[in-house]
């Protein structure tokens, strides 16, 4: 994309970013070196604490300045370092609803969310704001403080306080932390809604994966300040080209393994995990001898206490229990089956089969439950 004083040659809405930031935080540095394009629509930015998450929203507002590269949306150019351009925030359009969303406690809704629209008349104010509060279900506490409503009443008047000014990009870091699930998704529903006349692009905060499926159309997954992989919730989170993108996605067991053989006429190979037992997966490309990871969810292992027979399962691997977890609602065993594996259950299965440490157990896999990854 071409930039030509001040605005580029691109019509496509579709923000732009490749930027790079160098932050020293107590005596800690960070280096974000970012490159991605984020059309219309709800994108996921994933991944743990400190991958670059905040920095990356914080540049795209203007509260912070990138040390070189580009961010660019439609027609706009936000920040160019070759040319010098460095839009102010108030020039950018950008909504920004922050985690704790910072409602103004003296204000009521209605004045909150006019908050954005000082230069307006009155009349137009109460006009724009009147129909956020309308379609976020808030107009009837339109008098009331921020401390007399509930917790998903003042996520919808912080989302209403920046949509209000009709922004090109919004910016959502974990507005929804606290919620419900059925609360976010109500609220969520509401905001599609509003971005099905709009067409912004949308860039939403999260650690949790359950996320990421729930409410993204795509996903970008951020590490160390670099996005690690993109692509639809579907691409990325369920089959994991990159071990540190696996263990994010929850897959509880990452080994290393060495390709045995491959049975190229069955689509399928034999890989030799390290210290342990060979299993069936998936064929790709590659020849014998070389070297992956294989990931396998904790949730996609059946374990039984009876060498079973007649299943369509190719990987049956005995095993001794090592330890048995009670997580909430989920157990967790652990199994030595040369290497250790992580496999969860509910607690009747726990009880039914009366596991316990010592316990002679197998494991049962399908080959389609085994990824692979590049080491």
């Given at each position: ?12 809405g ?23 394009q ?89 006009e ?12 009837h ?56 006349t ?40 369920t089959?994991p ?17 060495r ?17 342990g ?24 292992i ?32 652990k ?17 039914s ?17 085994c ?5």
């Open positions: 994309m071409e930039v030509r004083g001040g605005e580029t040659t691109g019509r496509d579709v923000l732009h970013v490749d930027i790079s930031k160098r932050r020293v935080q107590a005596e800690r540095s960070f280096d974000l070196h970012l490159a991605c984020v059309p219309a629509g709800i994108t996921i930015l994933f991944g743990p604490s400190g991958a670059g998450k905040t920095t990356l929203l914080d540049c795209l507002a203007g509260l912070e300045t990138p040390d070189a590269g580009r961010i660019v949306l439609g027609e706009s150019v936000f920040f160019e370092a070759g040319h010098g351009i460095n839009l102010p925030v108030q020039d950018r359009r950008v909504g920004y609803v922050f985690q704790d969303l910072a409602l103004f406690p003296h204000l009521s809704v209605e004045k909150n969310v006019e908050y954005g629209l000082a230069k307006q008349e009155g009349a137009e104010r109460r724009r704001s009147g129909v956020l509060l309308e379609a976020f279900g808030i107009a506490l339109r008098q009331r403080r921020p401390r007399e409503i509930s917790g998903g009443e003042r996520q919808r008047v912080a989302l209403a306080r920046a949509l209000v000014t009709n922004p090109c990009l919004l910016l959502l870091d974990e507005p929804l932390a606290a919620l419900d699930a059925a609360t976010k998704s109500k609220i969520v529903e509401d905001l599609r809604r509003w971005n099905q709009h067409g912004v692009p949308i860039l939403y905060v999260t650690h949790g994966r359950e996320e990421v499926f729930a409410l993204g159309e795509r996903v970008l997954v951020l590490d160390g300040g670099r996005v690690l992989a993109q692509g639809t919730p579907h691409e990325v989170m089959a080209r990159i071990e540190t993108v696996a263990q994010l996605a929850g897959f509880e067991n990452v080994f290393e393994a390709v045995a053989a491959i049975h190229a006429d069955r689509g399928t190979m034999t890989c030799q995990l390290a210290g037992p060979e299993i069936e997966t998936p064929v790709v490309r590659g020849e014998k001898g070389a070297a992956l990871r294989v990931g396998i969810r904790a949730g996609d059946l374990l039984a206490t009876e060498l079973p027979r007649g299943l369509s399962a190719r990987n049956l691997l005995p095993g001794k229990m090592l330890a048995v977890t009670q997580r909430d609602v989920i157990v967790e065993a199994v030595d089956c040369g290497v250790p594996f992580v496999v969860h259950l509910t607690l009747a299965a726990r009880d089969l009366q596991l316990q440490p010592g316990r002679e157990v197998w494991l049962v896999i399908k080959t389609h439950s990824h692979l990854m590049a080491r």
